[in-house]
């Protein structure tokens, strides 16, 4: 896999997670990870996927190995940093994959980019529309960690450690600003909505309505998972992620 840390003009950076091969034709997958995580939210299902096509992770401004901005990041200011590392990396089509608060880092790059982006695969989105409050979120999140397998919440607290408390709270602010529902009407691509049945902060609800007020919209319900499901049954995203590559394909 190469890296690649790449200077945006913004003054921040982000480090690219490079493999597979590389077509002019089949859009490149984009993998964008969540509040406080890193590319390593991905670290089962890139592998695999880097068989068929090439494939892209991040480490998102503030974020693993990236250093903290100078300012607060709105979700639109990660959007727009992850479009410009893909320019500077010449990808122009693509599937995107986000997780969690990656999901609305993928749907904003979705209504900036519409040409671009054929698809989304938003697995556990945030943030429930009706339980937008920091207390409920963070009961949601500390049930969830009963829920996970002890080797993902290694990873969890892992890069949580890397990312810091001052940058976490930040970034939070950004998560709960941002209208997910709102701004999933705007997109134009097929939207899949993968969540864990046991997954107590993207509860069924709140998948549903998503899946409702996409243009074209799908759920898939992973059994006996949660919310790391990137990391606990990566089978299920691949799966979703092909099935947005066939649709893709030149007739």
């Known amino acids: 896999m190469e890296e690649l840390r790449i ?107 519409p040409d671009d982006v054929v698809g989304l695969v938003l697995v556990a989105p945030v943030v429930d529309s009706e339980r937008r409050t920091l207390s409920a979120q963070a009961r949601d999140l500390a049930l969830d960690t009963f829920r996970e397998p002890p080797r993902v919440n290694a990873r969890v607290l892992i890069d949580y450690a890397k990312c810091g408390l001052p940058w976490y709270l930040v970034t939070v602010k950004a998560m709960f600003d941002y209208d997910t529902e709102a701004r999933t009407r705007l997109v134009e691509c097929e939207v899949i909505v993968v969540r864990g049945e046991r997954d107590s902060v993207a509860r069924e609800p709140w998948c549903r309505r998503l899946v409702s007020v996409a243009g074209h919209g799908s759920l898939v319900t992973v059994p006996g998972r949660a919310h790391v499901v990137p990391l606990a049954a990566p089978q299920s995203v691949i799966d979703a992620v092909r099935g947005l590559l066939r649709e893709a394909e030149p007739a």
Do not use: N, W
């Open 7 to 113: 200077q945006l003009d913004s003054g921040a950076e982000v480090v690219a997670y490079r493999s597979g091969p590389e077509s002019s034709t089949a859009p490149a997958v984009v993998l964008l990870h969540g509040i406080g995580m890193t590319h390593r939210s991905f670290e089962q299902l890139q592998p695999v996927l880097s068989a068929e096509v090439s494939v892209i992770s991040f480490d998102l401004p503030g974020f693993g190995a990236t250093r903290k901005p100078a300012r607060p990041f709105t979700v639109a200011d990660h959007a727009q940093a992850v479009d410009e590392a893909l320019r500077r990396l010449g990808v122009s089509r693509r599937v995107l994959v986000g997780h969690s608060m990656g999901c609305q880092f993928a749907t904003e790059q979705a209504i900036l980019r």
